[in-house]
Nanobody, 122 residues
Framework: QLQLVESGGGLVQPGGSLRLSCTASGFTLDYYAIGWFRQAPGKEGEGVSCITRGGGGTNYADSVKGRFTISRDNAKNTVYLQMNSLKPEDTTIYYC???????????????WGQGTQVTVSS
């Protein structure tokens, strides 16, 4: 069974940090670009960051540039999202997704995880 599993979410104070992980089972991430998305209830999903298959290319939403860093460890079949200087507006569910294409639009991602909740609050 092909599956992506996110972990690392939780409750953190404003200005704090979290590192999200996205681990694949049933397939290898080497051949996929991986994106991180977030979606609050009742709102449209937002692309947060993406990393290309080889890791040589990354992109970020303007709202997280300079605060979030995406990376991948293909040996561990895992992609990470390091989130620093977290703000209350970063609160929502974060999802990772895998795509054969190089960081495509959201609809073109073939596999999705179940999501992990991030809450930034004092």
């Amino acid at each position: 069974q092909l599956q992506l599993v996110e972990s690392g979410g939780g409750l953190v104070q404003p200005g704090g940090s979290l590192r999200l992980s996205c681990t694949a089972s049933g397939f290898t991430l080497d051949y996929y670009a991986i994106g991180w998305f977030r979606q609050a209830p009742g709102k449209e999903g937002e692309g947060v960051s993406c990393i290309t298959r080889g890791g040589g290319g990354t992109n970020y939403a303007d709202s997280v540039k300079g605060r979030f860093t995406i990376s991948r460890d293909n040996a561990k079949n895992t992609v990470y999202l390091q989130m620093n200087s977290l703000k209350p507006e970063d609160t929502t569910i974060y999802y990772c997704a895998a795509a054969r294409l190089s960081c495509p639009r959201m609809p073109d991602y073939a596999y999705w995880g179940q999501g992990t909740q991030v809450t930034v609050s004092s």
